[in-house]
C-alpha cells in the first residue's frame, strides 16, 4: 500500500522567505510526527499530532516554526523568516495509533536548502 | 532526557560476514527500542524493534539485543549483502507518549 508522501521533495529558498512542506500519512494513521534531520545526523523530534491537535510540540526550535493538521490526516509544516541554518531534512512520519511503543513509519523527506 | 548513542560511525564487513551494531542508551526508563536503517537520499526504513520485557528478538536476518542492566542494544545482521549497505539508527523512547530519540547512526559499507 501506499507510504507517507512528502511534497516537494527539495525546495530551495532565500533567507527571510517563508516555506510550507506538507505530509501525507498512511491511510488510517492517526498519530503523525514531524523531524528534522541534518546531515550526519539522526533525526530530532519537532512535533507530533494526534488527530488535529498537536499532542507535542516541544521539539519546535522557536516560534517560526509551525504546523498544522486541520482534518487529522495531511500536515503542514511552516516555517517563516527561514534563516540558513534551517536547511536540513524535513522527515514526517506516521503510527497507527499514539504512542511511543508504535512503530513510525517514515516518508521520504523534503530537503530544505536556505541560501 | 534520554540521549542515544552509537559506539561506531562506520563500519566495513566483508560481504557475507555477520555485522553487529551497537548502541547505547542513557534513560533507564526507555522501554521501547527500534532500529532504522536510511539509505541516500532516502527516510528511515523500519527494520525491527523491541520492548524492554524482551532482551532479544529476531525478524529476517536480523536480531536485536537489549542488555537493561548497561543500557546497551545492538543489531546482528547475518551474511551481509551489498544492499545492507546504508546508515543505521537506534532510537529508544519511554511510554507515556514520549518522542523517539534518535542516535547519530553507524554507516554500514559492505566490500564485495
Known amino acids: 500500500g501506499a507510504g507517507v508522501s512528502q511534497t516537494p521533495s527539495n525546495k530551495v529558498t532565500e533567507k527571510g522567505k517563508y516555506v510550507e512542506l506538507r505530509c501525507d500519512p498512511i491511510s488510517g494513521h492517526t498519530a503523525l510526527y514531524w523531524y528534522r534531520q541534518s546531515l550526519g545526523q539522526g533525526p530530532e523530534f519537532l512535533i507530533y499530532f494526534q488527530g488535529t491537535g498537536a499532542a507535542d510540540d516541544s521539539g519546535l526550535p522557536n516560534d517560526r516554526f509551525f504546523a498544522v493538521r486541520p482534518e487529522g490526516s495531511v500536515s503542514t509544516l511552516k516555517i517563516q523568516r527561514t534563516e540558513r541554518g534551517d536547511s536540513a531534512v524535513y522527515l514526517c512520519a506516521s503510527s497507527l495509533v499514539q504512542g511511543a511503543l508504535e512503530t513510525q513509519y517514515f516518508g521520504p523527506g523534503t530537503r530544505l536548502l536556505v541560501l | 532526557g534520554e540521549s542515544v548513542g552509537l559506539h561506531l560511525p562506520t563500519l566495513s564487513v566483508q560481504e557475507g560476514d555477520n555485522s553487529i551494531i551497537n548502541c547505547a542508551y542513557s534513560n533507564s526508563a526507555s522501554d521501547y527500542f527500534i532500529w532504522y536503517k536510511q539509505e541516500s537520499g532516502k527516510g528511515p526504513q523500519f527494520i525491527i524493534d523491541i520492548r524492554s520485557n524482551m532482551d532479544k528478538r529476531q525478524g529476517q536476518r536480523v536480531t536485536v539485543l537489549l542488555n537493561k542492566t548497561v543500557k546497551h542494544l545492538s543489531l546482528q545482521i547475518a551474511a551481509t549483502q551489498p544492499g545492507d549497505s546504508a546508515v543505521y539508527f537506534c532510537?529508544?523512547?519511554?511510554?507515556?507518549?514520549?518522542?523517539?530519540?534518535f542516535g547519530k547512526g553507524t554507516r554500514l559499507s559492505v566490500i564485495a
Open positions: 532510537a529508544a523512547a519511554s511510554s507515556g507518549n514520549t518522542p523517539l530519540v
